[in-house]
């Protein structure tokens, strides 16, 4: 096995920095400065520093990343804003962060064939805004959308609020650019909505973590702009009883673009952070959006309003405009920043399960907080059965990161025993390893690792992410414990 | 490399049948009749006789085939309907043909989760009845819609006329089970809509023709059925002028379900053959169907219809009903059968570029058609881009057949030339892999070959189709002559 793929590794040949300076000269950097700036992402509790930083200025300073990295046997580890809450961009000392957010220009947007050419450090809402000035409209929109990244959105499939009517990532991916570990400019796909030319490698390295190669370039697809939208917004004594709206809006064969819940303990963060005057006795709120063409909108809006209050809601609140709606959305986007406020460290995790096991799936998160004494917000997109069980500890009490790791694990074991799934969204990084071989079994496991070590042989590209190089499926027993994060740093997770 | 790699290799060890025999008893045969009722798909002129044929029982049959191959040396080609065009499941000598089509359960219909588990051999026109009935919608419709096979469609990864609404098979895959080279029964994907969890395996094996894993059992996405639609027909007096209509649709933020073109060879064909008494003068068609909610269906197709006008359309026809819809699409759907008829032999091709390149790619192939003296009708779906380039030669005369050969070489390099690709459809199989490099190239090609060698070392599932199991990139030169079908069998082609 290569060097690079020795995961936390501290031994690191000196020989290797300044090699690199020569190289790409300030375009690398091994300031500690830069190297503590780029020891972290959006997971809390997780952290390493790399070697040095590189900030490449073309494909072809990558592709020579690539070869060193092959030469010299550090590892690569891609990343955009660092986002991510599955660890999927912390370096390891044996590795060199390849920063891709300077590369931020949309290329192209191609109004006849319906796509735009964009840098994989286009910021999400940034393309949203692009695009939707020209009547068009690129669906994906994570919860960090006015941070992170088309090219980190591609590595992970991000999701978003609006997946249940329009998709993920993957489905508005039509081609890629990216260096393989080989050091081979790949490109895949192209304009041609339809191509069946082979494999299908551009959807294999969506979602591929950047342990497949370093995106450099993407081609999304667009829709036209929906003419308008309406928002709604409904409280329930339960989120059981609120699932029997989703239910039958879905039986009615409306398909929203978004169908939000929040639980309890959500919703009483968020009223006490955003003072949006919702009732305080509340167990369950449904935010609800519909877009389209108007006539279609009225009409579903209308139908969705009836459907709540005989499903048992309590209250059905119906912006009357984009202020309102806007107000009304607060509740949803708000809730990780109000559930964040309890305690110094917010774990957000993204179980997921058929939507129709929704209600059960959030009587499990429920009873396995309280048996772990913990407190779990839980709130996400009902609509396509992915929560957000968010753990509000200190990271600084082992006891309590034990306990939130325990739970976790029963979390991600419910949902697989209810036919879901341990990441909706996220991805598996560092986080969820533990757990992939119980999602994918041993056969996807060996499957996974024939393709990792048949493209990127010598495990150049993010080894450790996604799951361990070791062949073995050793099932790692503490993935919160494995890195301690220095009480100097801890302002940074 | 192993024996059932070697493509066309005649030697078969006679111990190989009588294992079969002695393993599945009257499930496995070797007569001539099934040797040679198996020895074509739907592309012209290719055939290969296999050395017997398979209709497995069970997952363990198939699993035990697998285990056969790899010990006793064959190869096997799993077959659906066996209406390919790319001769995706033409066997060769030393494999056995593993008929999947007797496996046509529809095993469930989750109507809360918008989702159906099937069995390979489901007829797709069958899962779209049975979902109808519950007002729900399977997209995908490939022309062969009331033959093919739902495996054949996520092994080919198949289109159809309603791509540009909805899609194609992969964004209708939300999981499935595969027997794979190794023997292992590999399981993907669920009825969570979102899941992240590793590699996207799933997607890896939709449009892997065959050649990675066999798939037994498909979890197909469903969506609401439309509640209405309405067709229209449109004649002008060029294809260029037609495709100012589909831009203009396009540009109005319109999304038809179909949008689809007929050239002035096809146009002919078709009233020839149907009768439809469309004027003799006209010079391209189009046939447009916009579905959904009743208000915009009818808002669109008036749109549409003053579209249709404003860009130059000598006459437009809009269905009043539901009957003469059908007979409107009857111009479509007669389009290959019409042009059939000129000669005994009809090759059917899937050229694709961005759809702002189709009028420039139909001159294109006009002029081919008259620099080689061959008749080409073109007909597709515009929007897509997708054309589909059908000549009409007799197989028998091998002048007429090197002439195709050199007008579809030089067709699929002028559609790579504006940015499109050498199948949107149809797949790659035998007929295309010469121009698959050109198309991903060298190191797409590369990075193809090592998926092939990780996933299955041995080359025991379909091997020569997609490309050429030999690693280097040699460019075949005749892929028409790789076989010629003996006298007494060319009823069948």
Not at 248 to 277: H, K, M, N, Q, W
Request: with cysteine.
């Amino acid at each position: 096995m290569m060097p690079g793929v020795r995961f936390g590794d501290p031994s690191v040949d000196p020989a290797v920095p300044s090699a690199l300076r020569d190289h790409f000269c300030d375009r690398f950097s091994d300031s500690i400065e830069q190297r503590i700036g780029h020891a972290y992402d959006g997971t809390p509790l997780r952290s390493g520093r790399p070697l040095g930083v590189l900030r490449p200025a073309s494909v072809e300073d990558v592709v020579r990343l690539v070869g060193l990295a092959s030469d010299l046997g550090f590892s690569i580890v891609p990343r955009g804003a660092g986002t991510g809450l599955s660890g999927g961009s912390i370096p390891d000392p044996r590795s060199v962060v390849l920063v891709m957010s300077g590369w931020n220009r949309i290329l192209e947007i191609d109004e006849e064939n319906l796509c735009a050419w964009v840098q994989p450090g286009v910021v999400t809402a940034d393309l949203h805004r692009a695009v939707e000035a020209r009547g068009l409209f690129y669906p994906p929109d994570p919860g960090s959308m006015n941070v992170c990244t088309i090219g980190g959105n591609v590595a992970e499939n991000s999701g978003g609020l609006r997946g249940l009517k329009y998709g993920v990532t993957k489905d508005y991916v039509l081609g890629l650019e990216a260096v393989l570990a080989t050091g081979e400019v790949y490109r895949g796909g192209g304009k041609s909505v339809k191509d069946v030319a082979g494999y299908n490698l551009v959807d294999l390295l969506v979602g591929s973590e950047g342990t497949l190669g370093v995106i450099t370039r993407v081609l999304v697809r667009l829709v036209p702009r929906p003419e308008t939208s309406a928002t709604l917004l409904a409280l329930y004594p339960s989120v059981a009883v609120a699932a029997r709206t989703v239910t039958a809006i879905l039986s009615a064969r409306i398909v929203p673009a978004t169908l939000e819940f929040l639980d309890r303990t959500t919703l009483r963060c968020v009223e006490a952070y955003a003072r949006l005057g919702l009732p305080g006795d509340a167990g369950a709120l449904l935010l609800i959006e519909v877009d389209g063409r108007a006539a279609v909108v009225a009409e579903d809006a209308a139908r969705i309003e009836a459907i709540c209050s005989a499903s048992g809601a309590t209250h059905v609140i119906r912006a009357a405009d984009e202020v309102e709606a806007l107000r009304l959305k607060t509740a949803r986007r708000a809730a990780f920043a109000s559930l964040a406020r309890l305690s110094p460290t917010t774990i957000l995790e993204d179980a997921t399960v058929p939507r129709s096991a929704l209600p059960e799936m959030v009587a499990a998160v429920e009873r396995i907080a309280a048996k772990h004494d913990l407190v779990i917000g839980n709130f996400g997109h009902a609509g396509d059965g992915n929560l957000h069980p968010t753990c509000c500890i200190d990271g600084r009490d082992p006891d309590q990161v034990a306990r939130a790791h325990r739970a976790f694990e029963e979390i991600f074991r419910t949902a697989l025993d209810l036919g879901g799934t341990i990441t909706g969204e996220h991805g598996v990084g560092l986080s969820k390893k533990a757990y992939l071989p119980d999602a994918i079994g041993a056969g996807g496991m060996r499957w996974t690792r024939a393709l990792k070590r048949a493209l990127d042989p010598a495990g150049i590209l993010n080894p450790g992410k996604i799951f361990d190089p070791d062949p073995s499926d050793h099932r790692e027993r503490a993935p919160f414990a494995e890195e301690t994060v220095p009480a100097c740093e801890r302002g940074f997770s």
